[in-house]
């Protein structure tokens, strides 16, 4: 069975700071990696994904993620952050199949100044 | 474009009753998703369809049914509402192609039942 783990619920950083957030993964083979954002009451939006290729991916805000498949991870980076950063961050699996869509428990990124 | 709708944005129900919660896309997506969200547990797959008149179950459909007799639109019906189906509800969609690709989501309906 697929899974992901993100292991930090709750993150607080100051405001210029640097960022990351893990997610690790269990799948056996090729993962398709995903990570999204959840401003307050919106729904999510795709920062970045990971098909194949290049294991360092760069998304949208600043952000970039590197795969690392020997540690089965998809951690997430930013080098500064900024107060409007704050918000939840989802990493997802897909495993090919349409249904097999596997989302992390989510890490909330408190900024403060 | 709209992207992707629902209604309502908040609804209370009294445990028992029934009501369907409505989405639409305007991108011409062939997939499109249900899914609820619980603190600390993440987005769980409810139901899902890959085109007008396919649907299929996701991780956690118990209690809800769907159809999808348009593209555009993929409303989720509750039977009869139970306290544990209150929780946000996302509808996402996204588009066919090679491998798995982005999904958009609407911005939630926010559901308790009392």
């Known amino acids: 069975a697929q899974s992901v783990t993100q292991p930090d619920i709750h993150i607080t950083v100051s405001e210029g700071a640097s960022l990351e957030l893990r997610c690790n993964y269990s799948?056996?083979?090729?993962?398709?990696l995903f990570w999204y954002v959840q401003s307050p009451g919106q729904g999510l939006q795709l920062l970045l994904k990971?098909?194949?290729?290049?294991?360092l991916v760069q998304g949208i805000k600043g952000f970039e993620a590197e795969f690392k498949r020997s540690q089965s991870s998809f951690n997430l980076r930013k080098p500064s952050v900024h107060w409007s950063d704050a918000a939840e961050y989802f990493c997802?699996?897909?495993?090919?199949?349409?249904?097999?869509?596997?989302f992390g428990i989510g890490t909330k990124l408190q900024v403060i100044p | 474009n709209a992207g992707v709708t629902q209604t309502p944005k908040f609804q209370v129900l009294k445990t028992g009753q029934s009501m369907t919660l409505q989405c639409a896309q305007d991108?011409?997506?062939?997939?499109m998703s249900w899914y609820r969200q619980d603190p600390g547990m993440g987005l769980r797959l409810i139901h899902y369809?890959?085109?007008?008149?396919?649907?299929d179950q996701g991780e956690v459909p118990n209690g809800y049914n769907v159809s999808r007799s348009t593209t555009e639109d993929f409303p989720l019906r509750l039977l009869s509402a139970a306290p544990s189906q209150t929780s946000v509800y996302f509808c996402?969609?996204?588009?066919?192609?090679?491998?798995?690709?982005?999904?958009?989501f609407g911005p939630g309906t926010r559901l308790t039942v009392t």
């Open positions: 369809s890959v085109g007008a008149g396919i649907t």
């Open positions: 996402a969609s996204s588009y066919k192609g090679q491998g798995p690709n982005e999904q958009y």
């Open positions: 991108m011409n997506h062939e997939y």
């Open positions: 997802a699996l897909h495993s090919g199949g349409y249904q097999k869509v596997t």
């Open positions: 799948y056996g083979a090729t993962p398709y």
């Open positions: 990971y098909f194949s290729g290049d294991t």
